[in-house]
Structures are given as structure tokens and as C-alpha cells.
């Protein structure tokens, strides 16, 4: 019962949050902001999830998964709120830090909060779920935030005139941060018990296994981060796509994506986790190595689809992995690890992406990423055999 209480909070925060982000940029630029500042505004955010995350995992090992829970979505809904009603340059940027500060809490808590509610066995399906729920709440919202502004116009409950198409944003923005607030109510019905760890002994693991498993989510992440931020860049220049045809792959890529999530765990059941989780990675490199080729751009998003699928596919397997060979009292340090890891990771690898593209086009760049994914395959299986059908719980000392 308490999976599903945690399933509905989850759910609930997704919505809200995926009604803001589709808005939040539209509302700058009626601001009069440009992309430039946007970016700005996008790389603080990711500085400040970059430097959250390992005292994200202090405070949930310190304070107990419920308070830290709770105070990363009150937190993230109150500077979500608070990005919409700043308009200065300065004050837009801190908020922006602010907000991947906070958010890195309750990034690091999902995890750990899963690994208790669920017995070893059945964490793959409770991981599918988690994630199948935040796409399919990533779709419901951004469908829902699409038509807020045109609801709050045609319902007169903004400001008329020549601020009316930016005060309708705003008020939407709000609605989104109001939807992702109310996270908070199911939570309180959370029972989680509080694990921290003996006097004297780190939050943090360090065990060998720990030491593995942060390379090849590395090396992984460097794949995982340098594509996507550019897809509709690639199919505008590529195809001459239309924001229309572009918006259809992206939908479609997001419906493959829950199916893919969700038939993840008979595909662990069958091959075990680290063949199982390897399996995915070479299959989304795979894919995205028959990208460039493609001179229509119907097979191009079919490929692309497949591409995403399979590079979310693995997240069940990769937490539940994780979640089995840490102690209780260390998830929310290893949690804070593994998303340290991923953000820097991830941050570096769309950079390089972006900075190699003007000089060697988007079909080298797209190849040498998918021979870092079929690396990171190679590396993950390579580092991690044996670990997954092990219950034997590794702690570590100071």
C-alpha cells in the first residue's frame, strides 16, 4: 500500500512539474529573454543539482527518506513559484541554482524510498512503475500545460490586454507549481522507517562494488547525456522538420518509452540484472548508430524511438542493482553518489556534444556517441558480473 501512496505523490509532482518546464522558457522569452540567457539559466540549474547531491544524501541519511522527502517537493513547488514571479536577471539565475539545489533532494530520496517499500525481488516492477509513471505524467502534463494559458484567457482569470498572452503563462506556471505542492498530502500517509547509519560510519560507501558501479554509470552517462538535448536541433537542420513533425517524434519516442520501461522486468527476469541492464545499453547505441544514415526522417524518429526506449529500459535494472548491494542505512549516501556522477557526467557530455557538432557535423558526433555507449555496455558488463544475483549487503567503514 505504501508503494502506491508513494506512486500517487510521485505522479501528482511529475504533472506539476512537467506543466512548468513545458512553460517556463515560452514565459521567458515573453519576457523578452533570449536563448542565450536561457542556457545561462539551464547551466546553473545543473550546477546547483551538481553540488546538491552528495549533501542530499547526508541530510536524507540524517533526517530519515519522510522529512527529506517532504522538504524536496515543498521546497522545489515554492521555487518553482518564485522562478515565475522574478524578473531580474540576477534574482532568475539564484533561483534557477536554488531550484537544482532542492531538487537534488528529492532526486536522491526516490530510490531509497522504493528499496524499502519493496522486497528485493520485486524492485524491478516497483522501478518500472516509478519511471513509466513519470513519463506517462511527463506526457499528461505537457498536454495538459499546452492548453492552460488558452483555459486561463478564455476564462478571463488573468489580466486583459497586451500582457495577457505573458500573465496567462504566469498564472499556468503557478497552477503547475500548486499541482507539484500537492505531492505533500500523500506523503504524510508515508510510513518509512529511519536507517541511519552506526557513530562513526560513513554515509557514503565505499566498497568495491561502489567503486564499479560509479565508472560505468560514467561512462555510461557520457552516452546517456550527449544526444538528446539536440534531437530537435538534429531533425530541424537534418529533415527541415516542423515544430509539428518534431513534437510527433517526441511524443511517440515517450509512448515507447513507458512500454519499454514497463516490459523491463520480464527482460531482467530472464537474462538477470547486469546481462540484462548491458543488453539495453549496446541495443540504444545500436540504434542510434543507424540515425545518421537515414534520409527520411520517418525511419530517423522510428530509430530515434527505439534509440530512447531501450536508454530508459535500463533504469529499472540500474537502480535495482544499486538498491540490493547497499546497506539500508547507505542508500541515500550511494543515491547521492550515483546522481553526483550522473549530473556532472551528463552536464560534460552535452557540452562536448554541442561544442563538436560546428566543427565535425552531426553525423560523426552521432557515431562516436554510439561507440561510447557500446563502450559503456562493454564496461558495465565487464565491471559488474556476478554482482547481481548477490544479497549479500557490502558496508563500508570511515
Same mark, same amino acid.
Given at each position: 500500500?505504501?508503494?502506491?501512496?508513494?506512486?500517487?505523490?510521485?505522479?501528482?509532482?511529475?504533472?506539476?512539474?512537467?506543466?512548468?518546464?513545458?512553460?517556463?522558457?515560452?514565459?521567458?522569452?515573453?519576457?523578452?529573454?533570449?536563448?542565450?540567457?536561457?542556457?545561462?539559466?539551464?547551466?546553473?540549474?545543473?550546477?546547483?543539482?551538481?553540488?546538491?547531491?552528495?549533501?542530499?544524501?547526508?541530510?536524507?541519511?540524517?533526517?530519515?527518506?519522510?522529512?527529506?522527502?517532504?522538504?524536496?517537493?515543498?521546497?522545489?513547488?515554492?521555487?518553482?513559484?518564485?522562478?515565475?514571479?522574478?524578473?531580474?536577471?540576477?534574482?532568475?539565475?539564484?533561483?534557477?541554482?536554488?531550484?537544482?539545489?532542492?531538487?537534488?533532494?528529492?532526486?536522491?530520496?526516490?530510490?531509497?524510498?522504493?528499496?524499502?517499500?519493496?522486497?528485493?525481488?520485486?524492485?524491478?516492477?516497483?522501478?518500472?512503475?516509478?519511471?513509466?509513471?513519470?513519463?506517462?505524467?511527463?506526457?499528461?502534463?505537457?498536454?495538459?500545460?499546452?492548453?492552460?494559458?488558452?483555459?486561463?484567457?478564455?476564462?478571463?482569470?488573468?489580466?486583459?490586454?497586451?500582457?495577457?498572452?505573458?500573465?496567462?503563462?504566469?498564472?499556468?506556471?503557478?497552477?503547475?507549481?500548486? +499541482?507539484?505542492?500537492?505531492?505533500?498530502?500523500?506523503?504524510?500517509?508515508?510510513?518509512?522507517?529511519?536507517?541511519?547509519?552506526?557513530?562513526?560510519?560513513?554515509?557514503?560507501?565505499?566498497?568495491?562494488?561502489?567503486?564499479?558501479? +560509479?565508472?560505468?554509470?560514467?561512462?555510461?552517462?557520457?552516452?546517456?547525456?550527449?544526444?538528446?538535448?539536440?534531437?530537435?536541433?538534429?531533425?530541424?537542420?537534418?529533415?527541415?522538420?516542423?515544430?509539428?513533425?518534431?513534437?510527433?517524434?517526441?511524443?511517440?519516442?515517450?509512448?515507447?518509452?513507458?512500454?519499454?520501461?514497463?516490459?523491463?522486468?520480464?527482460?531482467?527476469?530472464?537474462?538477470?540484472?547486469?546481462?540484462?541492464?548491458?543488453?539495453?545499453?549496446?541495443?540504444?547505441?545500436?540504434?542510434?548508430?543507424?540515425?545518421?544514415?537515414?534520409?527520411?526522417?520517418?525511419?530517423?524518429?522510428?530509430?530515434?524511438?527505439?534509440?530512447?526506449?531501450? +536508454?530508459?529500459?535500463?533504469?529499472?535494472?540500474?537502480?535495482?542493482? +544499486?538498491?540490493?548491494?547497499?546497506?539500508?542505512?547507505?542508500?541515500?549516501?550511494?543515491?547521492?553518489?550515483?546522481?553526483?556522477?550522473?549530473?556532472?557526467?551528463?552536464?560534460?557530455?552535452?557540452?562536448?556534444?554541442?561544442?563538436?557538432?560546428?566543427?565535425?557535423?552531426?553525423?560523426?558526433?552521432?557515431?562516436?556517441?554510439?561507440?561510447?555507449?557500446?563502450?559503456?555496455?562493454?564496461?558495465?558488463?565487464?565491471?559488474?558480473?556476478?554482482?547481481?544475483?548477490?544479497?549479500?549487503?557490502?558496508?563500508?567503514?570511515?
Amino acid at each position: 500500500m505504501s508503494l502506491w501512496i508513494f506512486l500517487l505523490a510521485a505522479s501528482l509532482f511529475n504533472a506539476g512539474l512537467s506543466i512548468y518546464f513545458l512553460l517556463y522558457n515560452l514565459y521567458l522569452l515573453d519576457l523578452g529573454f533570449n536563448e542565450s540567457f536561457l542556457g545561462i539559466l539551464w547551466g546553473a540549474m545543473t550546477v546547483g543539482s551538481i553540488c546538491g547531491s552528495m549533501p542530499a544524501g547526508w541530510l536524507a541519511s540524517r533526517w530519515g527518506l519522510g522529512p527529506a522527502l517532504r522538504l524536496g517537493y515543498a521546497g522545489a513547488a515554492a521555487v518553482c513559484a518564485l522562478r515565475a514571479w522574478a524578473t531580474g536577471r540576477l534574482a532568475l539565475a539564484a533561483l534557477a541554482f536554488l531550484g537544482g539545489l532542492i531538487s537534488s533532494l528529492w532526486v536522491v530520496c526516490v530510490a531509497p524510498v522504493v528499496a524499502q517499500l519493496t522486497p528485493e525481488s520485486r524492485r524491478p516492477r516497483a522501478f518500472s512503475l516509478v519511471f513509466a509513471l513519470g513519463i506517462g505524467m511527463g506526457i499528461i502534463g505537457g498536454l495538459l500545460g499546452g492548453k492552460l494559458p488558452e483555459w486561463v484567457l478564455y476564462w478571463n482569470l488573468g489580466p486583459l490586454g497586451p500582457e495577457s498572452a505573458r500573465a496567462s503563462k504566469q498564472l499556468a506556471l503557478w497552477m503547475g507549481s500548486g +499541482l507539484a505542492a500537492l505531492a505533500l498530502v500523500p506523503t504524510l500517509w508515508l510510513k518509512l522507517s529511519r536507517a541511519a547509519p552506526e557513530e562513526g560510519k560513513s554515509n557514503y560507501p565505499r566498497t568495491p562494488f561502489m567503486l564499479r558501479f +560509479l565508472a560505468a554509470g560514467a561512462v555510461w552517462n557520457l552516452f546517456v547525456g550527449a544526444f538528446p538535448p539536440f534531437f530537435n536541433a538534429y531533425f530541424a537542420r537534418r529533415f527541415s522538420a516542423g515544430t509539428a513533425e518534431i513534437g510527433l517524434a517526441y511524443s511517440v519516442s515517450q509512448l515507447a518509452q513507458v512500454t519499454a520501461v514497463l516490459v523491463a522486468p520480464m527482460l531482467f527476469a530472464r537474462l538477470g540484472l547486469v546481462t540484462g541492464i548491458a543488453a539495453t545499453q549496446a541495443a540504444a547505441a545500436l540504434l542510434l548508430a543507424l540515425v545518421p544514415p537515414m534520409r527520411a526522417m520517418a525511419p530517423a524518429a522510428a530509430l530515434y524511438s527505439g534509440y530512447m526506449a531501450f +536508454l530508459w529500459m535500463s533504469e529499472p535494472g540500474w537502480n535495482s542493482l +544499486l538498491m540490493n548491494q547497499v546497506a539500508p542505512e547507505q542508500r541515500s549516501g550511494a543515491s547521492a553518489m550515483n546522481f553526483f556522477v550522473i549530473y556532472s557526467t551528463q552536464a560534460l557530455a552535452a557540452a562536448s556534444f554541442g561544442a563538436a557538432v560546428p566543427r565535425l557535423g552531426y553525423s560523426v558526433v552521432i557515431m562516436s556517441t554510439a561507440a561510447v555507449g557500446l563502450s559503456a555496455a562493454w564496461v558495465f558488463r565487464r565491471l559488474l558480473a556476478g554482482t547481481a544475483d548477490s544479497t549479500t549487503l557490502q558496508t563500508s567503514s570511515r
